[in-house]
């Protein structure tokens, strides 16, 4: 008998769940199919109007924000961002001290560009991330009444943040507030 027994029938589920949508008449709205590279080289289509969408919500009984670049007349998505106001129920020590935020995620799509360069026909080391991490410093202090932000950080952008005014601490990259 064979040590596995069932299991995915279809390794293209994406595509067979796109399919469907299309089969459907509906549209795909979900974070991949609107990145602004998969756009661009599926369908050509360039951004005109970027500009800086904001979602609040909750989740898991706290206060998130979710940022993003975008150009919504196209729906084409450049770079998103998750802060999250830290609850009481937070238990990490370094998150605790002080009322402090956290950035959950920072992403600025399109093809990639090697660091230290820039390309004006991609969206990648343009200045996004920066913006996007500066609106979110902004809400954590201003309107969260957050001291301190953090951000989920691994090893290879720990450089990135540090330009930024943040400091290791702990499995983050963190920042006080004024």
Aim: glycine share 8%; proline share 4%; aromatic share 6%.
């Amino acid at each position: 008998m064979p040590l596995v027994t069932s299991g995915v029938e279809h390794g293209n589920l994406r595509e067979l769940a796109l399919q469907r949508m299309t089969d459907l008449g509906t549209k795909c709205r979900d974070v991949r199919t609107r990145e602004v590279g998969i756009v661009d080289i599926h369908s050509k289509v360039k951004p005109d109007q970027v500009e800086l969408i904001r979602r609040d919500y909750t989740a898991n009984g706290g206060w998130e924000t979710f940022l993003s670049y975008e150009d919504p007349e196209q729906d084409i998505l450049i770079g998103l961002l998750r802060l999250r106001k830290c609850s009481t129920e937070t238990f990490r020590p370094e998150l605790t001290q002080v009322q402090t935020s956290i950035v959950r995620e920072l992403h600025v799509y399109g093809s990639v560009v090697p660091v230290h360069t820039r390309d004006p026909k991609k969206f990648q080391h343009m200045g996004f991330g920066k913006l996007l991490m500066e609106e979110a410093e902004r809400i954590a202090l201003n309107e969260h009444g957050s001291s301190k932000i953090a951000v989920i950080s691994g090893v290879g952008t720990r450089q990135y943040y540090a330009k930024l005014g943040y400091k290791l601490d702990g499995p983050y990259m963190s920042k006080m507030l004024e």
